[in-house]
């Protein structure tokens, strides 16, 4: 059973960090390109950040020099370290392979709300 689990998320403070985390048990992990996405409340959902099986990594602009995003293949594991957080980071956050992302490993994703 395919699983993508997000965690970490919180309610953090403008100028503050959070850590999350995204456990994948898909058997093409080590070879897939991972990404985060979120959705704000009211807007479709966004790309924030790619990282390639040979780790080449992309972000979008609203969080470059902000975000770092990595990946632990042994662990299956894709992280997004988030600092210098900002109210407009507010978003439910979620993993997933990219470009084409697959309906079914959308999971619950993880909240993360910045107060200013």
């Known amino acids: 059973q395919v699983q993508l689990v997000e965690s970490g998320g919180g309610l953090a403070q403008a100028g503050g960090s959070l850590r999350l985390s995204c456990a994948a048990s898909?058997?093409?992990?080590?070879?897939?390109?991972m990404a985060w996405y979120r959705q704000a409340p009211g807007k479709q959902r966004e790309l924030v950040a790619t990282?390639?099986?040979?780790?080449?990594?992309y972000y979008v602009d609203s969080v470059k020099g902000r975000f770092t995003i990595s990946r632990d293949n042994a662990k299956n594991t894709v992280y997004l370290q988030m600092n210098s957080l900002k109210p407009e980071d507010t978003a439910v956050y979620y993993c997933?392979?990219?470009?084409?992302?697959?309906?079914?490993?959308w999971g619950q994703g993880t909240q993360v709300t910045v107060s200013s």
């Open positions: 990282v390639t099986h040979t780790f080449r990594i």
């Open positions: 898909i058997s093409t992990f080590s070879t897939s390109t």
């Open positions: 997933n392979v990219f470009p084409d992302w697959r309906a079914d490993y």
